[in-house]
């Protein structure tokens, strides 16, 4: 009820600021107890999947909370599990502003934000700040990327430094391979690069777990725009180097879906209403191709609870929602664990 009350205003907003602003907001409201008492976060419905227990399926995907400054006041709200990042090994301030833009009768965002973090190091200080939210249960992903001014043929070297200073403090790491808003990234989705990159990442997480005395789950994700044909062949990849999980799928750089509207033909990735197709099919491809050998975590325009539970027809195991929580508020969240719930 007051996050529909505030959205007419924040939607006033710039949606860089607006964000920020809400963030600050909840944060507050978390030091002061009040979430604690507004929302509590339904641990009936467990998932147990990559050697993880997930008190519910319903996650906070990646993007929202790029530096890991806010996990326990989001975790207030109900998500049985939270991703944060993408965390890039050196700070970088993202790509110029404006940078985010509000596709409102479509129930959509455009963003070209460009991974802006404050560095690995001071994430990882971050995560080891916030305890409640894994005291109580929750699971926490840490999703790691590359620099923009890395080569893309250094790529690797990132995505490895990234690794090795997140790993123990990860429940899952979450390998970003599909952000339409770093120059070339996409691109590590090809055989031939995924292939390269999957190897120096099991291979590094091998000596991480005999280091560690641990085995941190690895996930990638991957974009909506893929051909069929290329979804596929990375399903095989993934099984091939032991990957444990599927995140299905970024953000959309198709804009058949929203032509007309104002600021459709702003650059950056599209996420929510009009995604929510594309992202659905793409979880079934892989459902269907890789027959039950690795779990599909689904997000990409899950607007209703209804939409969540499409995810799970179609072969999911987990979501993850993000811009739908923006429009919705935390209603959302509850409404797709019941969702699920009333339908598994």
Known sequence: ????????????????????????????????????????????????????????????????????????????????????????????????KPRMFRLTRAQALINRLGFNNEGVDQFVTNVREHRTFRAGGGIIGLNIGKNADTPIANALDDYLTCLRRVYDDADYVAVNVSSPNTQDLRSLQSVRQLARLLTGLTEE????????????????????????????????????????????????????????????????????????????????LLSSHLQGALPIIAVGGIMSGADAVKKFEAGASLVQIYTGFIYAGPRLITECVEAIRRNG
């Open 1 to 96: 009820m007051l996050y529909k009350l505030a959205r007419p205003w924040l939607f006033s907003l710039d949606p860089e600021a607006a964000h920020a602003l809400s963030l600050a907001a909840l944060q507050r409201a978390h030091a002061l107890g009040i979430a604690r008492f507004a929302f509590k976060r339904a641990n009936d419905s467990p998932v147990h999947i990559m050697g993880l227990k997930f008190p519910n399926p319903v996650g906070l995907a990646a993007g929202l909370d790029k530096t890991a400054a806010h996990i326990d006041a989001l975790g207030g709200l109900g998500f049985g599990f939270i991703e944060v990042g993408t965390v890039t090994p050196r700070p970088q301030p993202g790509n110029a």
């Open 205 to 284: 997480r091998k000596r991480l777990e005999d280091r560690h005395g641990k085995r941190v789950p690895l996930a990638v994700k991957i974009a909506p725009d893929l051909a069929d044909a290329a979804v596929a062949q990375i399903a095989d990849a993934l099984v091939e180097h032991e990957v444990d999980a599927v995140i299905a799928t970024n953000t959309t750089i198709v804009r058949d879906t929203v032509k007309g509207h104002r600021h459709a033909d702003e650059a950056g990735g599209l996420s929510g209403r009009p995604l929510t197709e594309r992202a659905t099919q793409v979880v079934q």
